[in-house]
């Protein structure tokens, strides 16, 4: 069983920023695909960011491209999402996932297999 925990919401300023972690457990984590999800309330859960097992490509949402970045730590067992120029609609609980492959489809939601609870980011205008 994988587990993750998500950490670093909190309240922002809009045009601020703040960094996400979330640090992973129950297996391999240099192995599988990482990503990013968010639910805004009264929505449903969007993508955000996926990155692939080695770090070395990523994706992200046209609402967050040159704004959000995902990284990792392989040494670490972490991923992090670096958002920058939040706005208020960035607000919602942000969620971690895992995937079941090293590199990811055009279809991250099916490709995760493990989720975290979520962390709230809330960005004030």
């Known amino acids: 069983q994988v587990q993750l925990v998500e950490s670093g919401g909190g309240l922002v300023q809009a045009g601020g920023s703040l960094r996400l972690s979330c640090a992973a457990s129950?297996?391999?984590?240099?192995?599988?695909?990482m990503g990013w999800f968010r639910q805004a309330p009264g929505k449903e859960r969007d993508f955000v960011a996926v990155?692939?097992?080695?770090?070395?490509?990523?994706s992200y949402a046209d609402s967050v491209k040159g704004r959000f970045t995902i990284s990792r730590d392989n040494t670490k067992n972490t991923v992090y999402l670096q958002m920058a120029n939040v706005k208020p609609e960035d607000t919602a609980v942000y969620y971690c996932?895992?995937?079941?492959?090293?590199?990811?489809?055009?279809?991250?939601?099916?490709?995760?297999?493990?989720w975290g609870k979520g962390t709230l980011v809330t960005v004030s205008s």
């Open positions: 990155i692939d097992a080695s770090g070395g490509d990523q």
């Open positions: 996932a895992a995937s079941r492959l090293p590199y990811f489809t055009n279809f991250p939601g099916i490709d995760m297999a493990f």
């Open positions: 129950g297996r391999t984590f240099s192995a599988y695909a």
